[in-house]
């Protein structure tokens, strides 16, 4: 004989647009349909069943369109990432190009390579911050701007913006690594011969 069953009363009045019914089950949940469905209609003829589904389901459905935006809000930062780290090695490159002859003249009077390494890498990082200062700066002003016209615009909090600083900088470290080796590399003699 089965245990005493957990029952519910809830006033069907009080409900807009009907009922819900739960049913917890260890098997395939939709399997459980037509016979319950039965049942129901066993009890009341006019009953409406309509809209069976898991929790999962009903959950999947309502966070569809947030995962969605996520994907695509994650792909526009990829791509915005990339861009700034391209950028950042782009000028680092054409910075390391033009400073050829100091770099030769200073491993001439005995730099060691892994300053010159240093130096440009610790560039690449301070023009970074500098980005990440300026970008939070107008992003913060841009966005109280914003908050007088769109309603319950909430502000980001400390760490995602902690945290896409950090990821930012790194990145401008690694996108200053090949330029910087490339200034550690110079040939002494070819630098002072090209002027």
């Known amino acids: 004989m089965p245990g005493p069953a957990v029952t519910v009363y809830h006033p069907l009045e009080q409900e807009l647009g009907g009922g819900r019914l739960f049913v917890h089950t260890h098997s395939d949940p939709y399997a459980l349909v037509p016979a319950i469905t039965r049942i129901i209609r066993d009890m009341s003829v ?14 999947a459905e309502v966070l569809t369109p947030d995962r969605l935006n996520a994907l695509v809000f994650g792909g526009f930062a990829a791509v915005a ?17 033009g400073r050829t002859r100091e770099f030769g003249i200073r491993l001439a009077l005995g730099a060691q390579p892994r300053h010159l390494l240093t130096s440009v890498i610790v560039q690449g990082a301070v023009m970074a911050a500098a980005g990440v200062v300026a970008g939070a700066v107008c992003g913060y002003a841009l ?3 914003a908050s007088s016209y769109v309603v319950d615009m909430r502000m980001p909090g400390v760490v995602p913006v902690v945290a896409s600083a950090v990821v930012l900088l790194a990145a401008a470290v690694v996108a200053s690594v090949l330029p910087a080796a490339r200034a550690a590399r110079v040939d002494v003699m070819e630098a002072l011969r090209s002027e």
């Open 46 to 59: 006019d009953q409406p069943v309509e809209h069976a589904a898991t929790l999962e389901d009903v959950r």
């Open 81 to 97: 990432l990339a861009i700034a780290v391209i950028g950042v090695a782009g000028v680092l490159v054409f910075s390391v190009s």
């Open 143 to 145: 966005a109280r701007l």
